[in-house]
């Protein structure tokens, strides 16, 4: 916690945290969204989860996150999992409109970290996602993609060990969407952090992570394994027969 | 009775201070356009009030309207001179200024606390709210009656009708402001760890206050509406009661000196709310200025 704020180390030495899904369910009144599912996901590990709209990925990732609580089954943690340690980005940046940039990256760092110190690893943070130069700014006057590099700020600030991506790139436009995915990853393989990405785009799962599960029908229809070297060549051969193969998977349901 | 030695003084007028805004403008030379236009665009709002000042105390001057109806601007002007003079306005200025001030903050601050517990918890809101709506559809003024009967014409009278007379715009907007506060920032702020205070203070009060602004502007407006109504019939000082005296002595001028001074009173609250608005609500895009 009193580790000098320098550009490097505005968190401590962050490792994953690994999450274990037991017999999960969730039900809306009659309507079972997820059904039984059962997953272990080691720390530090990238999960991308991919599935039809509707099929209950993002209520998975609000159950993982302690937004929703579960009908049945139940997730155990293999450590703490306060507010600090399990961060969320939404698929909305979210951010107070009434609060300067350099202000919204400090509402996520831990109550603990007062004055001075607050600010200098919130301006480490804005540096870190490329924004240090706009601290001073009201969120209005920034594009879509620098609103959701703020969030991003954000949800990185306190140095968690589990960062749930609720499609966070899902309204950004085909080329910032490209360089988020960039910097996610690169400050992924600095912090070790566990990731859990939901997203409607197979290819950004690719992109980004070791392992793709396949949601249908409230149940986990492929659990697939991604070991290509990184960064990944976009449009390689390899990636696009294992695109080919998860969306053949999710027409032939 | 320094009213009535104020109508003495009515007839040799010099000419009114505004009439001059409008001669300043034409006579810039069209060479530097930019200054030019600055200076257009700020006076533009009196060119037309002082246009009518020239009208009326041209058709004064000539006759065509006559003293006794409506005194010429200029004689208005001196009546205010020497009101000042004599300190009396400043006296009822104050004494108006004051209990407009009261008013407002006892009825603004109560509604504040109903329109935030209200918004925040339901219980509060399921026990009061009925009760309020039902208080709000009386007529406040039909109160007066009863209110003179209670308090006599004493400060509380007026106290009390101000109060519950800018209640009602500050609770209902701040109800509304606190109720539409975007719900994803809400959850976001709960995820993110913060405190109920805190929570409040971050996220739920600064997105209420825009809506809190436009009652209290709403508010203000009633404030004055309230004062100048129980001032005319209940009070022994201040600028309600100046202008009824004037009335019972003919002083048509002082009259219209009153009515004049609580449109410029009224302008003056508007423009520190807007001051106020601008200060507080500087993240709000409507209130950026372009050139930054």
Known sequence: ?????????????????????????????????????DLAIPAGQFVAIV?????????LLRLVSGLDEPSSGRIVFDGAHDGEALRIMFQEPRLLPWARVLSNAEVGLP???????????????????GLADRAGEWPSVLSGGQKQRVALARALASGPRLLALDEP?????????????????????EQRFTAILVTHDVSEALALADRVLLIDGGRVALDLDVPLPRPRQRGSAELARLEGRILDQLFAA | MSLAELDSNVAAAPAPAPAEAPGRASGKPAARRPRFA?????IAGWVLPALLILGWEYLSETGFIAANVLPAPSAVALAGWNAI?????????????????????????????FGIANGLWALSYRYTDTTLQMVRNVPHLALIPLVILWFGIDEEAKLFLVALGVFFPIYINTLHGVRTVDPQLIEMGRVYGMSRLTLFRRVILPGALPSIFVGLRFALGIMWLTLIVAETIAASSGLGYMAMQAREFLLVDIVVLAILIYALLGKLADVLTRWLERACLQWHPAFQTPAE
Do not use: N, Y
């Open chain 1, 1 to 37: 916690m009193t580790a000098a704020p320098s550009p490097a180390s505005f968190v401590t030495p962050a490792h994953g945290l690994g999450v274990r899904l037991e017999h999960l369910g969730k039900q809306f009144g009659a309507k079972r969204v997820l059904d039984h599912i």
């Open chain 1, 51 to 59: 599935g039809k709209s509707g099929c209950g990925k993002s209520t």
């Open chain 1, 111 to 129: 109550a603990s970290v007062k004055g001075e110190q607050r600010h200098a690893r919130a301006h480490a943070i804005l540096a870190e996602v």
């Open chain 1, 169 to 189: 790139l899902g309204a950004l436009d085909a080329l910032t969407r490209i360089e988020m995915q960039s910097l996610i990853e690169r400050i992924w393989l």
């Open chain 2, 38 to 42: 600055a200076v257009e665009s700020r």
């Open chain 2, 85 to 113: 003079k004599s300190g009396e306005l400043f006296h009822h200025m104050g004494v108006s200024s004051l209990r407009a001030l009261a008013g407002l903050a006892v009825g603004g601050v109560i509604g504040l606390v």
